[in-house]
């Protein structure tokens, strides 16, 4: 007669049991392959009762109130009890026994004292233990429970094995371990002789796991559960943070840290979070390198499901490596079209293994937010790559047939390529970059009081309204600064580019690159993801802020967006102030207690060049405008109303599915060289960059506090 094979063996019969204890308790699935003595540590572990807390179980039935559980013959009369009264679920309740005690020693008591004093209810809130708190962690205790339980795979056993161990406190080791078979010991089983070991193997029959041997009585010394495990490690954590990281992408490796202390009584290291967040995305995107390659099937995608849509994707014809792409919707396309005629365009770099740059057009609504108009990843910011976007971002305006203003950092590849492909468009220099340029001309120097005067100076020079005010202001800035450098430094930029006395158009109040840092700043997380991950996220992203604000600017009652009507509201409060003289068709003279303005409403200007630049009417033309009975937001450009706000969101970014995600062609990705140290996560500023702050002890301006000072003293400070 041939042996039985293991798999072939009756797991048994099951029922479902809730053990209660003082108002607590938990459900358990039994088998009458159960052990029980497996049983009674179980509940041990999971009420937290100590080594010498005894207690008893009882349960009923029809016709019985209590029945007890004693030995493993009352177990087994457990589920012959089940099987006559035909049920599925039973309640035991633990009994502790006061008074009992597990050592051999017999203890008399006297009959007064034989209640248990609790020291808790006489101790005050600070020396109290405090309520005894549950964990996730609690239940991976009992994923291993007798001999013939099954499991869904051999992956399956595995990681419930990884947690049975860190929540029993124990480490194990495999001395056999492949995909049909798995043997764990005890790590003490060779110095310590532990009888701990668990052997199981796969059914060829149904491909689960089953328990062929389970010895679960440790005679080592040290199986205590401690907040940190050595074998706690990436794996673990992955499947337990899977839900919170693809709900929250942009979760940090510290949040994970404490979101595990908390929820799972464990304590993990930085890298071992880190680890565990890749390998989320890894699972959701695919490897860092596979994602160049369904940058093909997304192309395709994207193309079809959403009309109207830029994607450009370029790779080096010898070596078939990624080189850059250039992504732009189509719902951004048509939508940029009520959005005011100005686009921030920038470079930041991407936080991956692969070092790369992200450019990026952002545009800005009537509303005073960004809106994201295309992005483009390449390998760094040369004249070439910038070139490549200026080209693909020409061909989505130029059917539009606008005037595009733009605004950029001028760095050097970019204003080569600009000039190449826009050499009409307006282009404004950021201001906040000139002025980090400037403070380079002084820091040699070390003057900071000297720096300070002059950036103050240079800010009055760059937001003159007039040509008369520029001069002025230029000629304090030159005594201040010294003539040498500051003609040096204006001679280098065109004044077009950054005086608002010389630029010739509308800047919307446009004064520095912040828009752009906005949105570097909002896709912060996706910066670090793979290319297919960070284009797709970002896709979401754009897709639900465009749905949101949609929603949102569905209820607005004003005829203008919710900062432009404040701001015109304010406005005319202060044109309130003013008395107003009629000289003849529409042109006005405008005054107050000390100066005199004129106002053209047919040409829509006024003296104070506030309203040429910023394209929204001044305090001057409101009064003007009232004075002559006319409307108000007839003088108001169409991109600041409501309804060019909701027509900017009214074409969608389309969803995406991936349900048949799949490539046969492959893009290697680019050749990086990892630098030395740890990866950077943020840009390192430049000194000039660095905002002065006056110390608390010299009362100077610099770079240092109280407790970096060095400065001397002379005695009256």
């Known amino acids: 007669m041939k042996a039985r094979k293991p798999w072939a063996r009756n797991v048994g019969d099951s029922l479902i049991a809730q053990f209660i204890y003082t108002g607590n308790g938990f459900y358990l699935q039994l088998n009458d392959l159960m052990r029980f003595s497996d049983l009674i540590d179980i509940i041990h572990r999971r009420f937290r009762f100590s080594s010498s807390d005894v207690f008893h179980l009882q349960y009923s039935s029809p016709g019985c109130p209590v029945i007890y559980l004693r030995s493993d013959l009352d177990f087994k ?38 209640e248990i004093i609790d020291e808790n209810d006489y101790l005050d809130d600070g020396f109290k233990d405090g309520p005894t708190k549950s964990y996730l962690s609690d239940d991976w205790g009992s994923y291993l429970l007798h001999k013939g339980q099954e499991f869904e795979s051999v992956q399956d056993f595995r990681d419930k094995l990884r947690k049975y161990a860190v929540q029993t ?30 052997i199981g193997s796969v059914a060829p029959i149904n491909n689960c796991f089953y328990i062929k041997e389970f010895n679960n009585i440790h005679t080592c010394k040290g199986v205590l559960r401690n907040q940190t495990h050595r074998q706690l490690g990436s794996k673990i954590v992955r499947t337990c943070i899977e839900s919170n990281v693809f709900l929250n992408l942009g979760l940090k490796p510290a949040d994970i840290m404490s979101n595990f202390k908390s929820t799972y009584g464990f304590e993990i290291s930085y890298k071992v979070a880190s680890r565990a967040k890749k390998m989320c995305l890894e699972k959701m995107y695919g490897s860092e390198f596979d994602s160049f390659s369904m940058l093909i099937w997304y192309k395709d995608v994207v193309l079809e499901t959403n009309p109207g849509s830029s994607f450009v994707l370029e790779v080096e014809e010898n070596t078939n490596r990624f080189q850059r792409v250039f992504v732009s919707y189509g719902g951004q396309v048509e939508g940029f079209k009520f959005s005011l005629p100005v686009l921030y365009v920038d470079g930041t770099f991407r936080k991956s293994i692969y070092k790369s740059q992200i450019l990026s057009a952002t545009g800005r609504n009537g509303d005073k937010g960004f809106f994201p108009l295309a992005l483009c990843i390449c390998d760094s910011e040369t004249e070439d790559n910038w070139f490549f976007f200026f080209k693909h971002l020409k061909a989505l305006l130029e059917p539009q047939g606008r005037v595009i203003t733009f605004i950029s950092d001028r760095g050097g590849g970019l204003l080569k390529a600009f000039n190449q492909v826009f050499p009409g468009n307006p282009h404004l220099f950021c201001f906040h970059h000139l002025r980090y340029n400037l403070t380079q001309k002084y820091w040699k120097k070390r003057n900071v009081v000297v720096l300070a005067q002059v950036l103050q100076k240079f800010f009055k020079v760059s937001y003159a309204s007039i040509e008369r005010a520029y001069y002025h202001h230029l000629q304090a800035l030159r005594d201040e ?7 040096e430094f204006i001679t280098e930029i065109p004044l077009e580019n950054w005086c608002r006395a010389f630029f010739k158009g509308c800047r919307y109040v446009i004064m520095a690159n912040s828009i752009a840092e906005s949105f570097n700043k909002w896709i912060v997380a996706e910066r670090s993801m793979p290319p297919l991950a960070m284009i797709d996220q970002t896709r979401m992203k754009e897709m639900k802020m465009m749905s949101e604000r949609r929603v949102e600017s569905k209820s607005w009652t004003t005829q203008l967006t919710p900062e432009m009507e404040k701001k015109l509201v304010e406005r005319m409060h202060k044109a309130c102030s003013f008395r107003v003289i009629a000289s003849q068709e529409s042109v006005y003279e405008v005054r107050d207690d000390e100066y005199s303005y004129s106002v053209n409403l047919s040409t829509r200007t006024c003296s104070c060049v506030k309203w040429q630049i910023n394209c929204f009417p001044c305090p001057h033309a409101l009064s003007a405008i009232q004075a002559a009975r006319l409307n108000v937001y007839d003088f108001i450009d169409l991109y600041f109303s409501a309804e060019y706000f909701r027509m900017s969101y009214s074409f969608p970014i389309h969803p995406v599915s991936n349900v048949d995600a799949c490539t046969e062609e492959s893009i290697l990705p680019t050749i990086t060289k990892r630098p030395a140290g740890r990866p950077k996560a943020k840009r390192i500023k430049s000194s000039g960059e660095k905002k002065p702050i006056r110390c608390g002890r010299c009362l100077k301006l610099g770079h240092h506090n109280r407790q970096s000072c060095t400065e001397p003293l002379n005695g009256q400070q």
């Open 77 to 114: 009369m457990l589920f012959c009890c089940a099987k006559i009264y035909k049920l599925d679920h039973v309640d035991v309740n633990v009994v502790k026994d006061v008074g009992s005690s597990c050592s051999s020693k017999s203890v008399l008591f006297d009959e007064s004292f034989s």
């Open 169 to 198: 406190g124990f480490c194990y080791v495999l001395p056999r371990n492949d995909s049909l078979y798995v043997k764990a010991v005890c790590e003490n089983h060779g110095t310590e002789k532990c009888g701990w070991e668990v």
């Open 481 to 487: 600064g010294g003539a040498e450098v500051i003609d």
